[in-house]
């Protein structure tokens, strides 16, 4: 077989299960795309000083896809708390804003550092997932402010890490507004369009220092097409998953998504 549809085929499998564990779980699928983009970056001649911004491009095109088609169906049915997707939302795009500037001021950011902390931080929130007591959302306490801490908290951790998204929001949805996890899953998903937008569209704009052939600004389409495909096949199966698994099962699932996730950003301090 040619090289060339291998790797096609490999990048819309990557895509199907990236886009069913966004889907299923309400988070973008990150964690399978990244690693994915990066070694077909590297594959496609992208050289270290480029590799992040591409990378990262890609991904959150990628991630924008998942979220817009896998909440499409709960937007139709209008089980969607508009209020609370707009607060978070664009609470968490003028945090990671904030952050990304702070950060670029000077020296004081310790890439290491906050890593370890992070970890610490998703090891609690792994904890206090899988001790959490399921309501039937009857006594939900997002209001306005809580909205508004959650965007904080998910744009400012997304912003010092390159993390977050899901597998942050989720946890804080579930502790601080007592939402069951299967709402809170739907409302995440919805959410992390809006925190992908800006980054596709910067992404998009601004011209890579090594530009490659077939591509716009870092936005690399023979690469991010056939993941799109894959996407595109998996993420309502991943919706209509969720719906039909209780919320136990749910919970062990997105309790092992975040054991993954803590192992992959300490391997990444190595």
Same mark, same amino acid.
């Given at each position: 077989?040619?090289? #060339?549809? +291998?790797?096609?085929?490999?990048? +819309?499998?990557?895509?199907?299960? /990236? ?29 270290? =000083? ?8 890609? &991904?959150?095109? #990628? ?15 209008? &089980?969607?708390?508009?209020? *609370? ?13 904030? =952050? ?6 000077? =020296? @004081? ?15 609690? =929130? ?5 001790? *959490? ?8 306490? $997002? ?12 744009? $400012? ?26 709402? #809170?899953?739907? !409302?995440?998903? %919805? ?26 600004? *870092?936005?690399? @389409? ?9 996407? !595109?096949?998996?993420?309502? &199966? /991943? ?9 136990? #099962? ?12 803590? +192992?992959?950003? !300490?391997?990444?301090? %190595?």
């Amino acid at each position: 077989m040619d090289a #060339a549809i +291998i790797d096609i085929v490999i990048l +819309i499998i990557a895509g199907c299960i /990236g886009g069913f564990i966004s889907g299923l779980l309400g988070v973008g699928g990150g964690i399978i795309f990244v690693p994915i983009l990066d070694y077909f970056l590297i594959k496609n001649g992208v050289l270290t =000083t480029d590799l992040v911004p591409y990378t990262l491009a890609n &991904s959150f095109f #990628a991630v924008l896809v998942s979220g817009v088609v896998g909440s499409f169906p709960a937007f139709r049915s209008k &089980s969607i708390n508009i209020s *609370h997707l707009m607060f978070v939302g664009f609470s968490a795009v003028l945090s990671v804003i904030i =952050t990304s500037y702070f950060i670029n001021l000077g =020296t @004081w950011y310790s890439p290491f550092i906050f890593k370890i902390v992070f970890s610490s931080l998703l090891l609690f =929130t792994l904890i206090k997932t899988m001790l *959490h007591i399921e309501t039937d959302g009857s006594d939900e306490k $997002m209001g306005i402010g809580l909205s508004i801490l959650v965007g904080t908290i998910t744009g $400012m951790v997304s912003g010092l890490s390159g993390l977050g998204g899901g597998i942050v929001m989720i946890p804080l949805f579930m502790m601080f507004g007592n939402l069951p996890i299967k709402k #809170a899953s739907v !409302l995440s998903l %919805a959410i992390i369009p809006v925190l992908a937008f800006p980054n596709v569209l910067y992404y998009l704009i601004i011209q890579p220092t090594q530009r490659l052939s077939e591509s716009t600004g *870092h936005i690399v @389409w023979p690469i991010i097409i056939p993941l799109i495909i894959g996407v !595109l096949m998996t993420v309502k &199966s /991943g919706v209509n998953a969720a719906q039909n698994m209780s919320a136990k #099962a749910i919970k062990f699932i997105f309790a092992t998504f975040i054991i993954i996730t803590i +192992i992959r950003v !300490l391997t990444s301090l %190595a």
